[in-house]
Every structure is written in structure tokens, then in C-alpha cells.
């Protein structure tokens, strides 16, 4: 599934994968325009929620590997 996919390469992106952020931009190309959108704020919902998972008990956030 390409807009699944989307949002996971999106997620390693901004981790600072740079072969996640080809494959993200790679199949944006191929989304229609309107599953780009969807996935681009699914991703963000995401990120926002495993970010939330893993911020330490001092305020700290912790980069997953």
C-alpha cells in the first residue's frame, strides 16, 4: 500500500534517513494528489503520536534508531 508506505518513509525522514526520504519522495510522484495529502497528515499524526511514546521523563525527547 504506497500511501502506508508514504507515511513510514516520512517518519525516517525526519529521523534524517536520507534513503527514507528518497523512497518518501519517490512515491509521492506516483500518489494522486489527494492521497498525497491524506498520507502527508496521516504521517504527521503518526510522527506526533511515537514521539509522544518515547519523550523521557525530563522533557527530553529520545531519537529512535
Do not use: C, M
Not at 1 to 6: F, T
Not at 9 to 22: E, L, Y
Request: aromatic fraction near 4%.
Amino acid at each position: 500500500n504506497l500511501p502506508e508506505a508514504y507515511d513510514w518513509f516520512s517518519i525516517v525522514a525526519d529521523q534524517g534517513d536520507t534513503d527514507g526520504a528518497r523512497e518518501r519522495d519517490r512515491i509521492a510522484l506516483i500518489l494522486k494528489p489527494e492521497e498525497l495529502a491524506e498520507a502527508t497528515r496521516r504521517a504527521s499524526v503518526i510522527h506526533a503520536a511515537l514521539l509522544r511514546l518515547v519523550k523521557g521523563t525530563n522533557g527530553s525527547s529520545i531519537i529512535l534508531p
